[in-house]
């Protein structure tokens, strides 16, 4: 995989086909087909699950309010806990990059890289409970010390949560959790920033961080924004984690650091799902459907950023 | 009565086979099959087949715990409990995929046609076989035990009451050195019997300060939430001002409120549970072998705790299948039995049913027969 693009391309010839090149061709296109398929199933069971939930009356969804008074406030929860993950976790993430790929002496490099990709090995049950017992309970001095000097930023609007288990919180949690993902994928895309602009900057006479600005950030540019992408995704589906952590089950609210927190869609669907019934499950699947959806939406849009910057993205 | 008392005898004597090993098995076995001559033929010798139950997970440890006191003495039966929660299970009970329900209320109108009809257009049996006290913890430095009113209570999580050295609490807590700590009530964020029960003590003690309807998820919008009982007793002992409901005996090293119950303040002992079932009303217009009760949350008794979760087993008098009425009847004799319940009180760390409820429940499982 280099940048470079082969100058002419190879002429063509009558091309030689072997059973092995049909059977190849024949399971990877059943592989594509399939998960077209398995994708159109999930989406038919949510809809014909979620179908009594949409034509039920209000007053017979849980909280008898109806199903956008019941889902509003979810998605506000889920969008905020993603959003605050990604607006800490893609500097630190870019910056975990450049420094393996740039600056770290070369063994260094290779154990930082280790270390971080580890980060996405642990699963999210032991994230949950570290945020719990570890995090949660040092992050109560910031609470308090945002309500009493931030409070009339909306996010910060208090009173401060006495145990720090809050969408601030949950937040920063989430953000170590997708970390890895964005640093893997910007690491990978900046060490392909082409030698030639690299030396070329270097050569007229660019420091190490004016090399960075010129060649590899405006190279890599598409392939960190496809990597938040796919780090918000797993934000916005995070279950247990944030199912441990936050205290939820509070109506619409920006504040971010109340014991009144929005839960998030995936983690309401963990908490309330073992004893709903009836209407109450179709409720919590069209909640699913919505997360579905904007899943959907967030990784068409990371799609079409990156094949907007196709020539520049390292992810071709 | 004579029948019954033969019966428990022989649930016992089964039960405390489980501990021996095979020698005891024959022994066991000719107990078993005296008994079923005695009730009918609805107990044979030896049982096989399957026994499936879901529903409440409340009772979960203490369903292991007859699960394994059970099976010890039938191994042969496959048993399941499938803790979906008391909804589900009372609904696989009537769709007749589970043979007997667990549930943290009682069948509503509906729901005890649709059982009926499950049943072979008999009876339905509703036992209060699991129950269980539910303390308000608290964690606050220097402070082991207070004595709160329903009202206190009630402000308290309602989030009038603010401090803890609030005068209300004070006013019934003369002894205690109470600090200024800001109260952080905690609820669960799940759905549970737990909080259905202890809602409904507060809105039938307190209905002053507590205006909003029972409901197994919390009704109040906001507030410290975590979830489980693990998970709410979890970030009270981690949080100086904390307070929650939980199961009695998950206390632990938090502290634990007396409740005012007539002119006395009561602690959440199982005895003091199990005496308030026993003297709660029965639920009126339900059939004879029918003791689902209304929990008397108001009772001034001495020695009554009104805060209890009260959790039942529901299932047939009449099954269309030899194989389960005897399954489920074997399996009932020894829940009811002192054995069975003592043994889900190590487990569980619920209360003992107390022994008129015993009789009471013996009459429903010894009438438990084949339909037809």
């Known amino acids: 995989m280099t940048a470079t693009k082969a100058p002419t391309e190879p002429p063509v010839q009558r091309t030689v086909r072997r059973p092995g090149d049909r059977i190849f061709a024949g399971s990877a296109k059943g592989s594509g087909i399939f998960i077209l398929i398995v994708l159109a199933g999930v989406a038919a069971f949510l809809i014909s699950e979620a179908l009594p939930a949409l034509t039920a009356p209000a007053d017979e969804i849980p909280g008898g309010e109806g199903l956008t008074a019941y889902i509003a406030p979810l998605i506000l929860g889920t969008l905020l806990g993603a959003v ?97 993902i964005i640093s893997a ?71 971010l650091i109340s014991n009144s927190n929005p839960s998030t869609i995936a983690s309401n669907i963990a908490l309330r799902f073992p004893e709903a019934t009836g209407l109450g499950v179709n409720t919590l699947i069209a909640s699913g459907l919505v997360l579905f959806v904007i899943t959907l939406v967030v990784n068409m849009l990371a799609r079409w950023v990156v094949n907007r910057r196709a020539d520049f993205s390292g992810a071709n | 009565m004579k029948l019954s008392t033969k019966t428990r005898a022989a649930g016992v004597t089964a039960a405390l086979a489980t501990s021996l090993v095979l020698s005891a098995c024959g022994a066991s076995n000719e107990e078993t099959s005296d008994t079923g001559s005695g009730g009918g033929d609805s107990t044979a010798a030896e049982l096989s087949g399957s026994l499936v139950g879901a529903g409440a997970s409340s009772q979960q440890s203490a369903m292991e715990a007859w699960q394994a006191g059970f099976q010890g003495v039938y191994p042969d039966v496959q048993f399941s409990y499938d803790p979906a929660g008391s909804g589900a299970g009372r609904e696989q009970f009537i769709e007749g995929r589970a043979d007997f329900a667990g549930s943290d209320a009682a069948l509503d109108e509906e729901e005890l046609t649709a059982a009926s009809e499950r049943c072979a257009g008999g009876e339905v049996f509703e036992l209060p076989n699991y129950i269980s ?138 005895e003091a549970a199990a005496a308030v079932v026993e003297n709660s009303p029965a639920v009126e217009g339900r059939g004879e072998y029918d003791f689902a009760i209304e929990v008397n949350r108001l009772t001034e008794g001495s020695g009554e705790y009104p805060i209890v979760l009260v959790s039942y087993h529901v299932g047939c008098i009449e099954y269309d299948d030899k194989e389960k009425a005897d399954n489920v009847k074997a399996f009932m004799n020894y829940v009811i039995s002192a054995d069975g319940q003592a043994t889900a009180a190590e487990n569980a760390g619920n209360a003992e049913i107390s022994d008129s409820l015993r009789e009471q429940a013996q009459t429903a499982v010894d009438a438990i027969t084949t339909a037809g």
């Open chain 2, 133 to 270: 006290p539910i303390a308000v913890l608290f964690n606050l430095e220097g402070v082991d035990s207070l004595n709160l009113t329903p009202a206190t209570i009630a402000g308290i999580f309602a989030g009038t009451i603010t401090t803890w050295n609030d005068p209300a609490i004070a006013a019934d807590n003369p002894d205690a050195t109470l600090p200024s700590t800001a109260i952080t009530p905690v609820h669960r964020a799940d759905d549970s019997g737990t909080t259905d029960n202890f809602t409904d003590y507060l809105f039938q003690a307190a209905p002053d300060v507590w205006t909003s309807e029972p409901d197994g998820v919390w009704p109040l919008e906001g507030g410290e939430s975590a979830q489980g009982t693990s998970g709410v007793v979890e970030v009270v002992t981690s949080t100086d001002g904390a307070v929650t409901y939980a199961d009695a005996s998950r206390a632990g090293e938090l502290g634990v409120a007396s409740v005012a119950v007539g002119g006395e303040f009561a602690a959440p002992t199982p």
């Open chain 1, 185 to 255: 994928i910007s690491r990978e895309v900046f060490s392909q920033a082409p030698a030639l602009h690299r030396e070329a900057a270097l050569a007229l006479g660019a420091t190490r961080w004016e090399m960075i600005r010129m060649a590899v950030l405006p190279y890599g540019k598409s392939g960190v924004i496809a990597g938040a992408m796919l780090g918000l995704g797993r934000a916005l589906g995070e279950t247990m984690a944030v199912a441990i952590i936050l205290s939820g089950g509070a109506g619409a609210t920006l504040n």
């Open chain 1, 84 to 180: 605050l993950a990604l607006i800490v976790a893609t500097p630190l993430a870019v910056g975990i990059a450049l420094f393996i790929t740039y600056y770290a002496p070369r063994r260094v490099a290779a154990v930082l890289g280790y270390v971080v990709d580890l980060l996405a090995a642990i699963p999210s049950v032991v994230y949950g409970f570290w945020g719990l017992a570890v995090v949660a309970p040092r992050m109560v001095p910031f609470h308090e010390w945002a309500a009493d000097n931030l409070s009339f930023l909306p996010f910060f609007a208090g009173p401060a949560s006495t145990s720090g288990r809050t969408m601030f919180t949950v937040g920063l949690v989430l953000a170590v959790m997708i970390l890895p």
